[in-house]
Nanobody
């Protein structure tokens, strides 16, 4: 089993910054893609950013230039630095990690979600 623990959400004024963290523990042999998604009230969950084990990064157009995803493989942790936050960034943010527990197959795991609220 693999557990993901998110932290770092909260309330911030427009223009401010937050840093989200997602730490994985448990049966982990290797982690491929790490990513962040978000879901605003009444909307579908959408991709925010991903980073692969090879270092490739991908961002949603709406966050390019403002958000930065990074990972610490030694700590099995992925981060999301969010700058210049806008009210439309308000959502529950979820991390997703594709984990190989030694079987050779990767399984996607979700964090519990952390609320980010940006006031205008």
């Amino acid at each position: 089993q693999v557990q993901l623990v998110e932290s770092g959400g909260g309330l911030v004024q427009a223009g401010g910054s937050l840093r989200l963290s997602c730490a994985a523990s448990g049966d982990i042999f290797s982690i491929d893609t790490m990513g962040w998604y978000r879901q605003a009230t009444g909307k579908q969950r959408e991709l925010v950013a991903t980073t692969t084990s090879g270092g490739r990064k991908n961002y949603a157009d709406s966050v390019k230039g403002r958000f930065t995803i990074s990972r610490d493989n030694a700590k099995n942790t992925v981060y999301l630095q969010m700058n210049s936050l806008k009210p439309e960034d308000t959502a529950v943010y979820y991390c997703n990690l594709r984990v190989n527990s030694g079987t050779g197959y990767y399984t996607g795991y979700w964090g519990q979600g952390t609320q980010v609220t940006v006031s205008s």
